[in-house]
């Protein structure tokens, strides 16, 4: 700490600049969301990791993620993906495609939206929001 003035802190455009779900089952977790958001993940594997990136145009972007340290856990951190414009549009695909819906469609507020907690195919606990 100095004497001197200090700085208003720089303003983040987003806080959360990358994410990765673990996957044990690669593939298998690479349908799960392909399966739900009606995508198509690059994938990429070497003798270290496999790794699949979520298409975005814009914005944060994420991957699955298979290796050493990849352990998916329902404990943690919760993120929240983007569930689009009515995130029953996605929550409606988890059970269908091997994964669990723990909280469905929750309203928060008129300017939070609506907000689902679910388990994915390889046991992570991950979150929906949706303005509508």
């Known amino acids: 700490m100095g004497t001197g003035k200090m700085k208003k802190p720089a303003r983040l455009k987003n806080l959360v600049s990358w994410f990765e779900i673990p996957a044990i089952n690669f593939q298998q977790a690479v349908?799960?969301?392909?399966?739900?958001?009606?995508?198509?993940m690059e994938t990429f594997a070497s003798e270290v990791n496999s790794i699949a990136y979520f298409p975005i145009v814009n914005g944060v972007g994420g991957a699955i993620v298979a290796g050493a340290g990849s352990t998916p856990s329902d404990h943690g951190p919760l993120i929240y993906l983007n569930g689009g414009t009515d995130l029953n549009?996605?929550?409606?695909?988890?059970e269908e495609a091997g994964g669990r819906i723990i909280l469905?469609?929750?309203?928060?507020?008129e300017e939070g939206g609506y907000y689902a907690i679910f388990i994915d195919s390889e046991g992570n606990k991950l979150a929906l929001h949706s303005k509508s």
Not at 33 to 39: A, K, M, R, W
Not at 89 to 94: D, L, P, T, Y
């Open 89 to 94: 549009n996605v929550a409606g695909k988890i």
């Open 31 to 40: 349908n799960f969301y392909n399966y739900i958001y009606g995508i198509e």
């Open 104 to 109: 469905p469609k929750t309203w928060i507020s």
